[in-house]
């Protein structure tokens, strides 16, 4: 694990993957983030997670946490070019693949 600080701590940003779409707010400490599905099926689900994350060449961060029910999520952000790839496993083993928008969320 990194020892620096999560650029983007502090910060809150929107992503729209189409059929479903989320918010993540990373808290200043730089180790813990807060989601909220705001469109799709898992609509009105959220939760604060602890999350790692590694910086990618060319700007992009790989961040990765658990959720309580067990589902494991990686994103691949790149905040400056607001793109996002994100992979999904429920606590069923169902896999998704998505990619959408990354955008600042003004709260």
Same mark, same amino acid.
Do not use: C
């Given at each position: 694990?990194?020892?620096? $600080?999560?650029?983007?701590?502090?910060?809150?940003?929107?992503?729209?993957y189409?059929?479903?779409? #989320?918010?993540?707010?990373?808290?200043?400490?730089?180790?813990?983030?807060? &989601?909220? $599905?705001?469109?799709?099926?898992?609509?009105?689900?959220?939760? =604060?997670?602890?999350?790692?994350?590694?910086?990618?060449?060319?700007? #992009? &961060?790989?961040?990765?946490?658990?959720? #309580?029910?067990?589902? =494991?999520? =990686?994103? $691949?952000?790149?905040?400056?070019?607001?793109?996002?790839?994100?992979? &999904?496993?429920?606590?069923?083993?169902?896999? &998704?693949?998505?990619e959408?928008?990354?955008?600042?969320?003004?709260?």
């Open positions: 694990m990194t020892t620096a $600080i999560f650029p983007m701590a502090g910060l809150s940003f929107e992503v729209d189409g059929d479903l779409n #989320a918010t993540n707010a990373y808290d200043s400490d730089g180790l813990s983030m807060t &989601y909220a $599905i705001t469109a799709g099926a898992s609509e009105g689900a959220t939760g =604060t997670v602890s999350f790692e994350w590694r910086s990618l060449p060319g700007g #992009a &961060y790989a961040i990765s946490w658990q959720e #309580a029910d067990g589902a =494991t999520v =990686t994103h $691949i952000d790149d905040f400056e070019g607001q793109r996002s790839l994100s992979f &999904y496993t429920t606590p069923d083993l169902q896999f &998704y693949r998505l959408g928008s990354l955008k600042p969320f003004a709260s």
